[in-house]
């Protein structure tokens, strides 16, 4: 059974969703909805099967890594996992060279995450048939997390259209913040950054946001707050003089979310430093969506690597 064909997307990668329409936004999440009823049905879908995607991680990873690859053989791909560290790579072979051996090899998607930040889109000019996905450019771009997240909001919010969301945290250095900012504000959410002046301030010019230092006051009338991982793999350690000041004045805890709207709903993109951006109890509490994200990683993946297959066709 093949998915229902979206006539919105005319899309040959997938690099961020800052230039997605709202109906392209939509229609991902939509049939991102379909697949996953679908593959609760056991009803699985054969829109990829002869087409062979590759993995490749040059940053360590679990959800996302192990999502792509199950919503890959769901779609009936051949599934071929770069590891990096058993590569050329490690002999020095470029990012484009190895790309290219994929693509030569028969390779038709490859999944990509990479520690420099614009990496996907080198690849997208250097290949010449393989459709490149971003699984996160170092600090610039998650676009799939970006998905499922609003994908996870809409369901619990029943729509994002005048929706006050509050992203809290480090921004700065958080690709997931870059592209979440962008569908959420597309998608019609009210949304509101706070954190440290320095992890928050560069966004203050960005349409459709508001930056605010102040949690306690930023989470007033919240209908969802989402915190972001402290990227300490990326030298995150400036712009606060100490984690104990960061729990301090921006860590969740069920106290702080009281703040909020009643019935306001918790995210965290994991993996969560449980005690820096939320309290270990906060992540079973039950207005906690995380493991609800976890869950919509395989269905939004599975759509975006059905709409980027019908794409080929035209190529």
Not at 42 to 55: I, Q, W, Y
Not at 128 to 156: F, K, V
Not at 279 to 292: H, Q, V, Y
Not at 302 to 308: E, F, G, K, N, P
Request: charged share 25%.
């Amino acid at each position: 059974m093949t998915a229902t064909r979206i006539p919105t997307w005319t899309r040959r990668h997938l690099l961020d969703v800052d230039d997605l329409s709202r109906a392209e936004l939509e229609a991902v999440l939509d049939l991102g909805v379909e697949l996953r009823a679908r593959r609760a049905a056991g009803e699985l879908s054969d829109t990829l099967r002869g087409t062979a995607v590759g993995l490749a991680f040059y940053e360590p990873s679990t959800r996302t890594r192990v999502s792509f690859e199950l919503a890959a053989r769901e779609l009936g791909a051949t599934v071929t996992d770069l590891s990096v560290a058993g590569s050329s790579v490690a002999k020095g072979e470029s990012l484009v060279d190895t790309l290219r051996t994929l693509e030569r090899t028969g390779v038709r998607m490859i999944v990509l995450r990479h520690a420099a930040s614009g990496a996907p889109y080198l690849a997208a000019r250097s290949l010449e048939r393989a459709a490149i996905l971003n699984a996160g450019d170092g600090t610039h771009a998650h676009p799939t997390q970006a998905l499922l997240d609003a994908l996870t909001l809409r369901e619990a919010l029943g729509s994002l259209e005048g929706a006050r969301i509050v992203v809290v945290g480090d921004a700065v250095h958080s690709r997931v913040a870059r592209s979440d900012l962008h569908a959420l504000v597309r998608l019609g959410a009210s949304v509101v950054l706070s954190g440290p002046p320095a992890w928050v301030n560069p966004f203050a010019e960005w349409p459709g946001l508001s930056v605010v230092t102040d949690l306690d006051a930023g989470l007033a009338g919240a209908d969802a707050v989402m915190a972001l991982r402290v990227q300490r793999e990326r030298a995150a350690g400036g712009g606060v003089p100490s984690i104990t000041e960061y729990v301090a004045r921006w860590g969740l805890t069920a106290e702080r979310l009281d703040r909020a709207c009643p019935g306001a709903w918790l995210m965290h993109p994991g993996p969560a430093n449980e005690g820096v951006e939320i309290t270990a109890e906060l992540s079973g509490d039950p207005r906690s969506l995380i493991g609800r994200q976890v869950e919509n990683g395989v269905p939004i993946r599975m759509a975006v690597l059905s709409l980027l297959t019908e794409e080929m066709d035209r190529w």
